[in-house]
């Protein structure tokens, strides 16, 4: 017996088992995968919607990969819908050839098999779908193809085209549901056997309904194309009633699907959520469980290499520390990209730790669902960056995102790195300004390195300039004496580098760094248009201050983080931030062997350089830095 010929059914009645052990025999999978969300997204944009375009379907099914597949996607389809043409064609009944397609697809999940049924549905149908979703609401649009292959009056089928209406988008909803309960981490967290039973239950009957429903909306529309005006209308009634028996069965199937999911779904976010917080209390003894636990996703291997492009196994971080990424798709800003790329890929001290840490990007978005747009975003970036991330973090949990947003803290205009032991233990909630101050040399990246550092850690002109240039860093490194200086007052800038260039004039050797987070005003470019002091504020050397400033706001983070500690490079970096937030001028000055760096502001370094004559008869023999200190230190502001 049909399963459209009764009003529900029940395991109970031999005929409903049967129907179902037949269903089920049609399923044999073979590990094939696709993103079936991506796909059905499309496809409810061709169908369900009047101003969609069929291209739109292909561009978005362009960047959908069917894993595991020796056939593409576009030749997938391509066979469903000729067997569709074949089977609508042919004179057996509806339950027949609903098999034979469910037959054909037996090798893909519960998921892939509706929507790839859907998808063929849609590139067969979708032209002739949309001219007639379009004709009430724009006739002349409609009317322009309509002469061509269609007929011309549509209003006789006006009672076909609601109930078809209704049958795609009841079937799409059911879709939707579908590709839920099969993204539920099953295999890290189980569901009553009951539940997951009728469940499994209702999701054969929908897809068995669904493919049938598709080859009625097929042959249909299909019809539509090859019966004249006349031949319509006298099919319109027969039609109409088909359909008017089909819809609402299809419609209380869905409703029931809708509750048992949603239950199913709740049921594992209660259970993974306290799972979360279970494994994450308490060292293991590695950290697999815990990362497979938090990348809880229907994808075997959910890792890839960004680099490479090489998908990653959980395996392959056992005994390592894993840092997660946790940002918007659009992760971060330019500068701090570049800054936490060379301050991760430092090769000095990765050749001493090794492979010893992993950087694994998770990006969410700000609700939990995806657009196209963000899935193309994440493609884009994520091919790029120097760590690992997740394949498809749209297929993430949401009792996972809760987790990362409730107990780790994560606010969407903050992104942050959080530090995972070999145990799977959280070590920091926070290593960002770790990693932006010493990179790499901050492994493990813990609570505990952050301090350690801060107790060693001393002020100089090197640590500032670390991670900001490297070719400052090398000035540094090779004893030249620095002048850094910045503010947002050119004719202050002015009269510094012109009493700058007649010290050097007199022989001394420095290196003049101009550092400014601002971009100075229009006015102020079109009052020095004609002067050689517009150059200084050359725009490449934005990013280099930024990234100075990237630091600055970490080391003042970090400091306060961390507590009675480093006191001495707090109140210089206070400064610093003081200075640049409140655009006065400002200049430190040192070299590598100076155990003192020369800070000044505004006016003070000009009288201080205006005393070049009392002072530069001790640069000989005190250095440079020591000499312009012992002169002017009634005059300072305070150097350390």
């Known amino acids: 017996m ?21 269903i089920v025999l049609t399923h044999d999978p073979d590990g094939r995968y696709l993103d079936s969300e991506l796909l059905l997204q499309a496809v409810e944009n061709v169908m369900c919607s009047a101003a969609a375009d069929v291209s739109d379907l292909y561009n978005d099914g362009a960047i959908v990969e069917v894993v595991g597949s020796e056939e593409s996607l576009e030749q997938i389809i391509y066979k469903i819908s000729c067997e569709m043409l074949l089977k609508c064609s042919a004179e057996s009944d509806l339950h027949t050839k609903t098999m034979v397609l469910l037959h054909m697809l037996g090798k893909f999940t519960w998921d892939a098999k509706v929507v790839l049924i859907l998808v063929a549905l849609a590139t067969s149908c979708g032209e002739c779908w949309l001219i007639k979703q379009m004709y009430p609401y724009n006739y002349f649009a409609a009317s322009a193809r309509l002469h061509e292959q269609y007929p011309s009056d549509l209003n006789i089928l006006r009672i076909q085209l609601k109930a078809l209406r209704m049958l795609v988008n009841t079937m799409v909803e059911i879709a939707k549901y579908v590709i839920k309960f099969e993204n539920l981490p099953m295999k890290e967290v189980h569901l009553d056997n009951e539940a997951m039973a009728l469940t499994k239950t209702q999701i054969y009957i929908a897809t068995y309904r669904i493919f049938k429903g598709s080859l009625e909306f097929y042959a249909q529309t299909t019809d539509y194309i090859a019966m004249n005006q006349e031949k319509i209308s006298q099919t319109t009634t027969i039609a109409a009633w088909g359909l008017s028996y089909m819809v609402p069965r299809l419609r209380r199937l869905c409703n029931d699907i809708i509750k048992q999911v949603d239950l199913c779904h709740d049921q594992i976010e209660t259970k993974l959520y306290k799972n979360l917080l279970d494994i994450s209390g308490k060292p293991h003894r590695d950290n697999r469980e815990v990362i497979q636990m938090l990348f809880a996703v229907k994808d075997e291997i959910p890792l890839k ?150 107790k060693e850690q001393n002020w100089s002109l090197k640590f500032l300039l670390d991670g900001v240039d490297p070719l400052l860093l090398k000035w540094v490194e090779e004893g030249r004496n620095i002048f850094l200086y910045g503010g947002d007052d050119l004719y202050w800038t002015g009269a510094f580098t012109s009493r700058m260039d007649e010290i050097r004039n007199a022989g001394l050797n420095f290196e003049v760094i101009n550092i ?11 009052n020095l248009a004609s002067t050689d002091q517009a150059n200084l504020y050359d725009p490449q050397k934005l990013t280099q201050s930024n990234k100075l400033w990237l630091r600055l706001e970490s080391m003042k983070r970090s400091i306060l983080r961390v507590e009675n500690t480093a006191t001495k490079i707090l109140k210089e970096v206070s400064w610093l931030l003081e200075m640049n937030e409140n655009s006065k001028s400002w200049v430190l000055i040192g070299n590598e062997i100076s155990e003192d760096v020369i800070k000044l502001q505004e006016m003070e370094i000009i009288e201080c350089l205006d005393r070049f004559p009392v002072w530069k008869e001790n640069v000989g023999n005190m250095g440079l830095v020591m000499a312009i200190k012992t002169a002017n230190k009634p005059h300072l502001s305070g150097g350390s």
């Not at 570049?338 to 990006?363: D, M």
């Not at 400014?516 to 079109?526: L, T, V, Y």
Request: charged share 25%; glycine share 2%.
């Open 2 to 22: 049909d399963l459209d010929e009764k009003d529900g059914f029940s395991l109970e009645s031999s005929e409903d088992d049967f129907l179902i052990r037949k």
């Open 305 to 454: 290499d960004c680099s490479s492009q090489a998908q990653v196994n959980i395996s392959e971080l056992e005994k390592k520390v894993v840092i997660i990424l946790v940002s918007t798709p659009e992760l971060l800003p330019i500068d701090q990209i570049q800054l936490l790329e060379q301050r991760t890929h430092n090769q000095h001290y990765r050749k001493k730790i090794g492979r010893s840490y992993e950087i694994i990007w998770v990006p969410i978005p700000t609700s939990n669902t995806w657009t196209s747009f963000q899935k193309r975003s994440f493609n884009f970036l994520s091919n790029s960056l120097p760590c690992l991330c997740i394949r498809k973090p749209w297929l993430l949990n949401s009792a996972v995102l809760n987790f990362i947003r409730q107990e780790w803290n994560y606010k969407k205009q903050h992104p942050l790195m959080v530090a995972l032991d070999w145990q799977g233990m959280v070590s920091n909630y926070n290593a960002m300004d770790m990693v932006c101050i010493w990179g790499a040399k901050a492994f493990p990246f813990s609570t505990l390195k952050e301090k350690e550092l801060w």
């Open 516 to 526: 400014d987070k601002k971009r100075p005003s229009e006015s102020a470019f079109n």
